[in-house]
């Protein structure tokens, strides 16, 4: 059998095909900013925007602010979705009651109900923690659902014939098959909370850095309008990055399709 041989893509490496996509998008921001530049701040002076509240300090406070509500909305979310995730795939009348209601919020947009929580917990950084938590719960709790009810039920009967305790299945059986699709639900979880974010942060309050996008929105300051965005998109990324990461560290016995 003939070995397909390699595309000459491949060969290139990744860091070169990242400084190509790099140059594209500065490009393309290059051409936006010539034909609108209204809309779109040139790079240069998006950088001396970047540089200007960073030396400042405004900008670490910021970030700061914004980047605290995302993590412990999404640490309380996370650690509030797994147990209930598996309440829902082993107990059948605790889905039936909760599931519904789940996929009913699900389906609202956070930004439908961020006033209410406003009104009952104020603009301070509780409501914007809830609001987060929410929408990042709701995505996660559904998808280490369907992971955990997704468990081959080759393995479980196995190990009822083996003599297996319901504690041995599910702590040596369910929990190890469930980890990639609990890591997915941490993707999917931060992503989700860093849309929120937004949500949460322009409705009111003196810090963050949706708060600091709406402001600069207001007196048509562009060029701190899409360091913001930018910045949004580098801390989403990193932590992408950062879940990969433990998913190889933690799934590296599942077989890959190498691309």
């Given amino acids: 059998m003939r070995l397909k041989k390699s595309s000459v893509w491949s060969k290139i490496?990744?860091?070169?095909?990242v400084l190509i996509s790099l140059a594209v998008a500065i490009l393309i921001w290059l051409i936006a900013a010539y034909k609108w530049p209204i809309v779109f701040a040139p790079p240069q002076v998006v950088f001396a925007a970047f540089l200007d509240k960073a030396s400042s300090g405004v900008l670490i406070g910021h970030v700061w602010a914004s980047l605290s509500r995302v993590l412990t909305g999404f640490a309380i979310a996370f650690v509030v979705a797994i147990p209930v995730a598996f309440l829902m795939a082993w107990y059948d009348p605790f889905r039936r009651v909760v599931e519904p209601w789940i996929q009913f919020i699900r389906n609202i947009p956070p930004l439908a109900y961020v006033f209410l929580i406003i009104v009952a917990l104020g603009v301070g950084q509780t409501s914007k923690v809830t609001v987060i938590f929410i929408a990042a719960f709701l995505v996660?709790?559904?998808t280490i659902y369907q992971g955990v009810k997704g468990v081959d039920t080759t393995l479980i009967k196995a190990a009822r014939v083996l003599g297996a305790k319901q504690?041995?299945?599910f702590f040596k059986i369910t929990i190890p098959a469930s980890t990639p699709f609990i890591l997915v639900a941490a993707?999917?979880?931060l992503s989700t909370s860093m849309t929120t974010l937004m949500a949460s942060e322009i409705v009111g309050g003196d810090k963050g850095i949706g708060m600091m996008i709406q402001q600069a929105s207001g007196w048509y300051q562009m060029d701190v309008v899409l360091m913001g965005i930018i910045l949004l998109g580098i801390i989403g990324i990193c932590f992408e990055k950062?879940?990969?990461f433990l998913e190889r560290r933690f799934t590296g016995w599942q077989?890959?399709?190498q691309q």
């Fill in 140 to 142: 996660m709790v559904i």
């Fill in 167 to 169: 504690s041995d299945i």
């Fill in 242 to 244: 950062i879940v990969k």
């Fill in 187 to 189: 993707r999917l979880g």
């Fill in 13 to 17: 490496p990744n860091w070169v095909w």
């Fill in 255 to 257: 077989e890959t399709i």
